[in-house]
Nanobody, 120 residues
Framework: QVQLVESGGGLVQPGGSLRLSCAAS????????MAWYRQAPGRQRELVAV???????KYGDFVKGRFTISRDNAKNTVYLQMTSLKPEDTAGYFC??????????????WGQGTQVTVSS
């Protein structure tokens, strides 16, 4: 019942920027980690970035300082600010989070994905 709704994907030019958002809802007591993954046709799923409840961040090697993950705990929302986008960044981007629901059960939920296409 915990669901993630993503937004912000689209078509951008190389070198452009996008800000992805992912809002979690549905009987959430606490969210622990929130993360962004991406997957393109013919490629394996890759971790883009992850942020802990305390704000610790880790990034995939390919990010190279171009992306920033952040979260707003009051809104149960995680963001991915993407800059200096390259054609190879083209992929479906998926939000993931885990935590504790109001019922006391652990949850691990994924968003539906939002498409990012970088092309001139």
């Amino acid at each position: 019942q915990v669901q993630l709704v993503e937004s912000g994907g689209g078509l951008v030019q190389p070198g452009g920027s996008l800000r992805l958002s992912c809002a979690a809802s549905g009987g959430i007591f606490r969210i622990n980690e929130m993360a962004w993954y991406r997957q393109a046709p013919g490629r394996q799923r890759e971790l883009v970035a992850v942020i802990s409840s305390g704000g610790s961040k880790k990034y995939g090697d390919f990010v190279k300082g171009r992306f920033t993950i952040s979260r707003d705990n009051a809104k149960n929302t995680v963001y991915l600010q993407m800059t200096s986008l390259k054609p190879e960044d083209t992929a479906g981007y998926f939000c993931q989070c885990n935590g504790l629901s109001d019922s006391g059960a652990d949850f691990d939920s994924w968003g539906q994905g939002t498409q990012v296409t970088v092309s001139s």
